[in-house]
C-alpha cells in the first residue's frame, strides 16, 4: 500500500471535526469556520448537528452519514472531495471514529491521497481521564461493553488482569449491571471512577471502590441518569493476578466439575479468593 503523501495532496480536504459532548460552548473557533466553510457537513444525525449548527448561525449543506449508509455513501463523498470539494464529518458528540461511524469514509478518502485533517476537540473518554485521578500514562479505551450479560461477563473476564487504566462507555439502562459484573469480575475494592453528564448541567464524578459505587448507583436513582464513562484501575497487584489466573482455571474446570468443586481446586491451585471464584461461577449463569 502506497504511504500518503502529506505535501501533495490532491482535491479538497476531509475535515474531521469534534463537537461538544453537551455545552455548547466547546466548539472550538476553527472547528466553527471549518464548519461554515466546507462544501457540506456529514452528519450522524441531520436534525441534531442543524440544531447545532443553527446555534452558531451556520447554514451548512448536510448529508446523513450513518453506520447503514456509510460504506456506500463513502464513495459518492469522495468523488467530491476528488472533483475538488472540502467536506467536514462531525458526530453527534464529541469526536467522530470515537465509537461512532467514520473509519470507512477516512479509509475511503485516505486510500486515494485526499487529505484528512482533523479540527480535534472534546471526547468523552479523554475529558473523563482528565478528571478520574486515575494512572493516566497509558490505558485502554474499551468503549461499549456487550449488551448481553453472559457477553459482558466473558469480556470482563478477559480484562481482569490488564494492568492498564480501563475506560468505558455506557449507558443509563445498564450501568448498574455493568457495575455489579464488574464487582465480581475485578474484585470489590478496584478503585473506579464513573464520569456522568460531563460538561453538562448534572455532571457529576464520582471515585471510590467498584462495590462502593454500584451501592451508590443502585441506591440513587439520579446516580443513573445520563450519559457515562466508567475509568477503572489497572490490575495492579498479585492479588489482582492471582483473581485473573483464578479465574481462568475456574472457567477451564468448572467445564468438568460442579461450581463449588471447580473454584475449590481454582483456589488452591491459584491463590485466588475462593468466594470470588464461586461468584464469578454464578454471575455467569444467572444473567
Ligand atoms: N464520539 C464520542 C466521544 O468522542 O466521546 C462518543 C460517542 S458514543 C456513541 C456516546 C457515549 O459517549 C455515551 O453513551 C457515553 O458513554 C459517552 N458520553 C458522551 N457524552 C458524554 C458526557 N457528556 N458525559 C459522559 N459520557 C458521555
Same mark, same amino acid.
Not at 460531563?198 to 448534572?202: A, I, S
Given at each position: 500500500m502506497p504511504v500518503q503523501s502529506a505535501s501533495a495532496p490532491s482535491g479538497g480536504t476531509l475535515f474531521i471535526v469534534a463537537t461538544p459532548i453537551g455545552n455548547l460552548?466547546? $466548539?472550538s473557533p476553527r472547528a466553527q469556520r471549518t464548519l461554515a466553510e466546507v462544501a457540506a457537513v456529514c452528519a450522524e444525525d441531520t436534525r441534531h448537528t442543524r440544531r447545532l449548527l443553527g446555534h452558531y448561525g451556520i447554514d451548512a449543506e448536510l448529508v446523513a452519514l450513518h453506520e447503514h449508509n456509510e460504506q456506500a455513501l463513502a464513495v459518492r463523498l469522495v468523488q467530491r472531495l476528488e472533483a475538488g470539494e472540502s467536506l467536514a464529518l462531525v458526530s453527534d458528540a464529541g469526536t467522530p471514529l470515537v465509537s461512532d461511524p467514520g473509519f470507512r469514509l477516512v479509509a475511503a478518502a485516505r486510500a486515494v491521497g485526499i487529505r484528512v485533517s482533523p479540527v480535534p476537540g472534546p471526547s468523552a473518554l479523554i475529558a473523563a481521564l482528565s478528571v478520574a485521578g486515575l494512572p493516566s500514562d497509558r490505558f485502554a479505551f474499551e468503549g461499549f461493553l456487550p449488551a448481553k450479560a453472559a457477553a459482558r461477563r466473558e469480556r470482563l473476564q478477559k480484562l481482569a488482569g490488564e494492568s492498564r487504566t480501563l475506560l468505558f462507555y455506557e449507558s443509563s439502562h445498564r450501568i448498574a449491571d455493568t457495575l455489579e459484573d464488574m464487582v465480581v469480575a475485578f474484585g470489590a475494592e478496584r478503585r473506579a471512577v464513573l464520569a456522568r453528564e $460531563?460538561?453538562? $448541567?448534572?455532571e457529576t464524578v464520582l471515585d471510590g471502590s467498584l462495590e462502593a459505587l454500584r451501592d451508590r448507583v443502585q441506591a440513587d436513582a439520579d446516580q443513573r441518569k445520563g450519559e457515562f464513562v466508567l475509568v477503572v484501575e489497572g490490575a495492579g497487584d498479585d492479588a489482582d493476578a492471582a483473581l485473573a489466573e483464578g479465574r481462568r482455571v475456574y472457567a477451564l474446570l468448572s467445564s468438568h466439575l460442579p461450581p463449588s468443586a471447580a473454584a475449590r481446586l481454582a483456589a488452591e491451585i491459584t491463590g485466588a479468593p475462593r468466594k470470588a471464584l464461586y461468584a464469578t461461577g454464578q454471575s455467569s449463569t444467572d444473567g
Open positions: 460552548e466547546d $466548539l $460531563l460538561t453538562k $448541567l448534572f
